[in-house]
């Protein structure tokens, strides 16, 4: 469910960013408000990069294969990936190239049609805040979709800079319209830089953490016959699926069907209380090697999908 949510509200917000983006530049262009022109850039940007977002929240949705055997969720935080350098490097960068230099020459800019450019500004706060508003009460989001939010919210904050600017400006303050468009660059880089951390903690293999851990392992020993849990360990392979692997202690008297029967109902009760959607389960008799000498001649190994 989580994941056509996503998909559906990123195709909204690309059309939106479509239509806004057609009329901050018609709005730019008869103004020459930089702070409008910066918002034109950013949302010129976001059509790119949340069409790449889409992308890979579809094409994360592709079954495991032999290729990619934990699935293609991943995916998605590459996007993100990407996406977070495409905001540094294109859009923030650009726009401190374009805006650091009207600092020194703020009176050399001419402005005319601002009651249009506040329009359209007004406008597009509104219209961008559809698919903000949906993404918002979303319960659950994929790191394509969230990334999505976290553009949606700098647009907003964007857009009430170049709100502010765009009053200033007549009112004697023409060095509002820079400052506003550095603000802009800067909201953008200080998001991407988390984007970017929160992404490449992911690719690398985040823990779920305590908390989901925790609760692997009280399902595992809440089945009879689970002597002990140990070597638990967790990693996100996608928005909402973790891979998980444990060692479950059983008694060293049992048979090994005894033994493959409580590591399915571990197997079972992980899927049925916990997010798990790859465990491995590996059954241990409860002693040491060396003192064996039972009918537990194997460790049956299970694989939870």
Known sequence: MSGSADIRNLWLAVAVYVVIFGAKIAAYLVSGVMAVFAEALHTLSDIFISGFLLLAAIYSRRQADATHMFGYGRAQNIAALV???LFISFTSLELYREAIPRLFRPLDAEYDNLSLALGVI???MLVAAIPLARLFMQKTRGAAAK??????VNDQFGLAAALVATILIPLGYPLADPIAAIAVATIIAVNALILFRDSASFLLGRSPGPEVLAELERAARSVPGVVNVRGLRAEFV????VHAGLHIEVAPNITVEEGARIAAEVRAKVHEQTRAGYCFIETDPALSVGTLGNKMSSAPTVRCA
């Open 83 to 85: 996406a977070a350098t």
């Open 122 to 124: 007004v406008g597009s």
């Open 147 to 152: 990334a999505q939010l976290m553009e949606l």
């Open 238 to 241: 996608g928005p909402d699926t």
